[in-house]
């Protein structure tokens, strides 16, 4: 029996047409057929909302695309999780996910890391993560394009025969929100597609798989990486590659030993492998990214050799204080990093902390830290997908800016701190954490008793989780691999 006129309403809002058109998104019938797309999305909206931003969970919960009561797919297509999130934080803070800008970890976000850590038994604590997020300034060095593709290393039979259990007729899966499926990549490169399924069946362990996405390109499954530095190790966990290093440029410039060396702890993704190295000095920003150490020390070596006596005492690279400026005395004191000598106008390119850049004389620069040459090595990194990044950011969590010369030139334990001023975060919506929302009203009080009894000054903005471990670029760990077995 048709369903009378007076009957069709949304079965989301209980009103009718005068609300907007109702359509028919899935094929539950009767009084449960239509809806507003409205409420739809807002329905969609919602289950997003109340997913983890770690893609290694996001196949758990699909009643965003799917209707919870017939069981079939909306034909109305749910917003990305990359659109979503991108809501939440506004078009000016999502482009600030880009190389060169500085992502710092919220002070309540901190916190709340700390009061979780002390709860924790130690032994999960490092396994745990949190440790390398709490006060956090992470450099972003790194943001990768997704070509669709993930490698996923086997090594025993028992966790192949998992995969393959995991599998269907077209050697496909579900994984992070994506359909995945078998490629001639890693043991199986080179095989026809027709031979795929015979050769995948005869596979042995160790070996390594690669896997391939039917998912249009999508920029929120691009690869953000990042280094954390605000954690200096004492010594590196792999001297042996940093003797060799140093030995191999010194073949070449004896003297490049005296360069100065700071080791970093990144982050959790594979913390004993050397992912980066910063050099100080040069054009442009004013510091450069290398993976190879080797380089990175030829290169400070470099910038650091005086070539003439007109550039004084001051080096390439080197932290400097401005001193006895006239025409421009309020300067005088401020910390900048010297890029590079011009010996036409016998004068440094010196980047100050603010981004500016000024022509100056020798005598007007105080040497300070780095007159050697210096290079930040940084091992193991954090790394997240452009969406799962937006969704901690929605949440409360981080912060961004664009990095500047104090960042780089500061103490490790003095760059958190830097930043706080700088920051952007989300604003308030429903994404953000209860414990931010509780530390913004906070600061809102605060800052009312601070205006009724201090005299007027600028008083800093700070709109106040899950967990945030991140995922290493086409790769594939143990956790995570055993997170893709798991689900189902």
Known sequence: MAVEEEEIICRYCFSGHEDGELISPCKCAGGQKYVHLKCLRQWQRMVLVTQPTHPAFYDRDLRHQTCNVCKSEFSCAPPTRHELMASFTGPEIAALIDVGCVIASHE????????????????????????????????????????????????????????????????????????????????????????????????????????????????????????????????????????????????????????????????????????????????GCGWTVLKDLSRAIELAFSRAVKRQDAEGDIHAGQTVRLQGLQGAAHLNGEIGLALRFNADSGRWLVRLRNGDGKQLRPANLEGLEGSNGRVFAVWGDARWSRAQLLGEIAKGDWGLCRANIGDLTAGPMERWPATRLRLAFAPITEMTESYMREAQREMNAARQTLQMHAEPREIEDEPVREDTTSTAPGTASEQEVALLLSQE
């Open 108 to 283: 309540a976000f901190s916190a709340e890391l700390e009061r979780s850590l002390a709860a924790m038994p130690p032994m999960l604590r490092h396994s745990s993560s949190y440790e390398h997020w709490i006060r956090g300034v992470f450099l972003i060095t790194q943001v990768e394009p997704d070509e669709g593709k993930l490698t996923l290393r086997v090594d025993s039979e028992g966790v192949l025969q998992r995969v393959r259990a995991k599998m269907d007729d077209r050697l496909s899966l579900t994984s992070q929100g994506r359909r995945w499926r078998v490629a001639a990549g890693g043991e199986l490169e080179g095989v026809q597609a027709n031979a795929l399924a015979d050769a995948f069946a005869g596979l042995k362990a160790p070996c390594t798989l690669v896997l391939e996405s039917d998912e249009p390109e999508n920029c929120g499954n691009d690869h953000v990486v990042a280094v954390n530095l605000t954690r200096p190790l004492d010594l590196p966990p792999d001297r042996g590659l940093v003797d060799r290093a140093m030995q191999a440029v010194c073949k070449k410039y004896r003297k490049a030993s005296s360069v100065e060396i700071t080791h970093f702890m990144g982050g959790p993704c594979q913390e004993k492998e050397l992912m980066c190295c910063v050099v100080l000095g040069g054009g």
